[in-house]
């Protein structure tokens, strides 16, 4: 029996979001430029998808680039928006087989122009799949994403199409990046780093977090398995008592 068959198929998440961290520290191990850990990486974005498409996970969003992440060497940025660039073109074969549609949140005006151009040509292929969507966060952060939904909001109460007595928790959710989309059931994070950094912070406000001490390398559809697994075995109160859910059963 594998990992995958002790899964609960009615009980899986509508989405998955993935902090894929620890490239660097792999590639370190290995005596070699942090940019091979990133190249490394790919496997284990294309084992996750794949692996969450096959269950029929509606969403996966993946961390791949940061507003803070701007600020690391700029050979390193470089390596990363090029590897952004092959990857894209590389994977749309994979992504149309799965049936993937791609979308990315994030402030995708910064990013050089070459990835721009395959990211949307990529979005416009897979417009059509109706399967996983599998959403990639670049240059997003979550208080740039915030932000710019509150100006957003403020302008809309200006032109009178908004008014403030409307606003509640549903209404601000639709000026997010990630409007159209469920709130994360399920957030990872791998590298045994226990830590958020400005990931999607208003949509996990009752996610469940899940800390993976493998590297993003090495992670495999099993250790993505493993998390699900993990995830199945919560009770997910949402502040109720836990006499209240059995109950509700
Ligand atoms: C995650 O790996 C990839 C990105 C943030 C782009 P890191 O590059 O952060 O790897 P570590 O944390 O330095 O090991
Ligand atoms: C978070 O990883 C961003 C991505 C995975 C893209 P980082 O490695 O940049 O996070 P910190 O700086 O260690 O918190
Ligand atoms: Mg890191």
């Not at 998440?13 to 490394?40: C, E, L, S």
């Not at 208080?143 to 409307?166: H, Y």
């Amino acid at each position: 029996m594998s990992v995958k068959d002790l899964l609960i198929p009615d009980r899986l998440p509508r989405h998955v979001a993935v902090i894929m961290d620890g490239n660097g520290r792999w590639a370190k191990q290995r005596g070699t430029a942090r940019v091979f850990g990133h190249k490394n990486g790919v496997k284990a974005v294309r084992e996750v998808t794949e692996a969450a498409a096959e269950l029929g996970i509606e969403f996966l969003t993946l961390y791949a680039f940061s507003t803070e992440n701007w600020n690391r060497p700029k050979n390193e940025v470089d390596a990363l928006m090029s590897l952004l660039v092959s990857t894209i073109a590389s994977e749309a074969k994979t992504l149309m087989k799965n049936n993937v549609q791609l979308k990315t949140i994030g402030c995708r005006e910064s990013l050089p122009l070459k990835v721009q151009e395959k990211l949307t040509s990529c979005m416009e292929k897979t417009a059509g799949n109706t399967g996983l969507t599998l959403v990639l966060a670049l240059s997003y952060s979550s208080r740039w994403e915030i932000t710019k939904g509150v100006q957003k909001i403020a302008e809309d109460v200006k032109k009178g199409l908004l008014n403030v007595s409307d606003i509640d928790g549903q209404v601000f959710s639709r000026y997010l990046e990630t409007c159209n989309m469920p709130d994360p059931e399920l957030l990872i994070r791998t590298s045994g780093e226990f830590r958020i950094s400005n990931f999607l912070l208003w949509q996990i406000a009752y996610s469940e977090l899940y800390f993976s001490s493998i590297l993003w390398p090495d992670f495999r559809k099993e250790h993505f398995y493993e998390a699900l697994i993990d995830f199945q075995k919560r009770e997910r109160r949402f502040g109720k008592t836990s006499d209240q859910l059995i109950l509700k059963k």
